[in-house]
């Protein structure tokens, strides 16, 4: 009987250690199927976290080209204005020292026919005297 009662014993302690066994390898399956899934899903964020990062930069630097195309596309436009006011006021100044040529060159021609009258006076003068 103490044979049967040992064999029972040992085939007790036998089914708990297997049971022990089966449940820690499956406790082992599940935390490793957890931190598989954790393992993928930290992927999945640092690669959708990536995609976004180069997105905002080509963004980013999208828009710095389009301000600097702006910028220099205004500084253009800044040198044509200042180009064609330069251009007008040469062309003023040009007006206004031709009119003043001329002026100078009416009263000298002025100056010039008084003189003419005054000496052709003055021969007049001389020859009835």
Do not use: H, P, Y
């Not at 820690?24 to 930290?42: G, H």
Request: charged content about 35%.
């Amino acid at each position: 009987m103490k044979r049967i009662v040992m064999s029972l014993a040992l085939v007790a302690a036998l089914g708990l250690s297997l049971n022990s066994c089966r449940e820690t390898k499956e406790k082992t399956e599940n935390a490793v199927e957890k931190a598989t899934d954790s393992a993928s899903d930290a992927v999945n964020d640092a690669k959708d976290a990536a995609s976004d990062a180069v997105e905002d930069a080509t963004d980013a630097a999208s828009d710095a080209l389009d301000s600097a195309k702006d910028a220099a596309n205004d500084a253009v436009d800044a040198v044509k204005d200042g180009a064609e006011d330069m251009a007008n006021e040469a062309k003023d100044a040009a007006n206004d020292a031709v009119d003043k040529v001329k002026e100078a060159g009416n009263d000298a021609i002025e100056k010039a026919k008084e003189a003419g009258n005054d000496a052709v006076d003055k021969a007049k003068g001389s020859i009835g005297n």
